[in-house]
């Protein structure tokens, strides 16, 4: 399935995104067990595409592609560099980031990001993928001079933490192997991210197993798996899209904060 949110009129709703545009409505939410199709439809074109989940957790892995690790000289982590971002950094497909009045440098991560669909508690990597609905595309937007000021004192938070600065979507595709996506980050139509899912330093189901072996991660919770190389600034006027293969295209303008 290809699980979208969306608002039509005053409701929102899920629904299954099919190869012919129209949306099947869900039952209720897809982290429900009884939620099923109903057999109704919509266009898409006559819905707002909403982020996929609503009030995430988001967790990140910073460092996590080999090849960004290379490009930014830093050294390998020993275990994922996590940190979170909170709810407010979301934003959904065509939503504006907003360029922070105080940003000076803000950079693009286009994202594989990983959607938890069950309550996991000390789960295996070996079966840590029993434990995902499905699979999205992120932008881990983040403010490079807060970054590394934080970084200098072992901390990583406010950086990351922008409203906004958490674009997801557009679905969940339920049925994709996450250890071989390429990654595309386009600014303004021009591909300055290309990378694939492989070059991974912890895998997508290795994060969920070490996530899950200090707190419970509940359905709706998401994983930002990390950026491979050529960040870059945005600024704004511009336009970002990350597109990974099997969910689709996540376009965000940038506008300057007001």
Request: hydrophobic content about 40%; charged content about 20%; overall charge negative.
């Amino acid at each position: 399935m290809k699980i979208i949110r969306f608002q039509q009129d005053e409701l929102i709703a899920f629904g299954n995104l099919r190869d012919d545009g129209s949306i099947e409505y869900l039952s209720g939410s897809p982290f429900e067990e009884k939620a099923h199709l109903t057999g109704e439809f919509v266009a898409l074109d006559s819905v707002k595409i909403l982020s996929p989940v609503a009030r995430p957790r988001i967790f990140g892995a910073g460092f996590n592609y080999v090849s960004h690790i290379k490009e930014t000289g830093w050294n390998t982590p020993t275990r994922p560099a996590l940190f979170v971002k909170p709810e407010s950094s979301l934003a959904g497909p065509n939503d504006p980031i907003v360029y922070p009045s105080a940003g000076e440098v803000v950079h693009y991560e286009a994202e594989l990001v990983v959607v938890i669909g069950r309550t996991a508690r000390r789960v295996s990597e070996a079966d840590a993928l029993d434990y995902v609905l499905g699979y999205t595309c992120g932008n881990d937007v983040s403010e490079r001079v807060v970054q590394k000021e934080e970084m200098a004192f072992g901390c990583l938070f406010a950086g990351k933490a922008f409203d906004t600065f958490a674009p997801l979507g557009p679905v969940i595709n339920t049925e994709l192997d996450p250890s071989n996506l390429n990654i595309i980050g386009r600014l303004n139509g021009e591909v300055v991210q290309n990378g694939n899912s492989s070059d991974l330093l912890f895998s997508v189901p290795y994060l969920v197993a070490y996530l899950s072996s200090f707190m419970t991660l509940e359905p709706g919770d998401v994983i930002m798996t990390g950026t491979p190389s050529g960040v870059g600034e945005i600024k704004p006027g511009d336009v970002f899209e990350v597109e990974i293969e099997g969910i689709g295209v996540l376009s965000n303008p940038v506008i300057a904060d007001r």
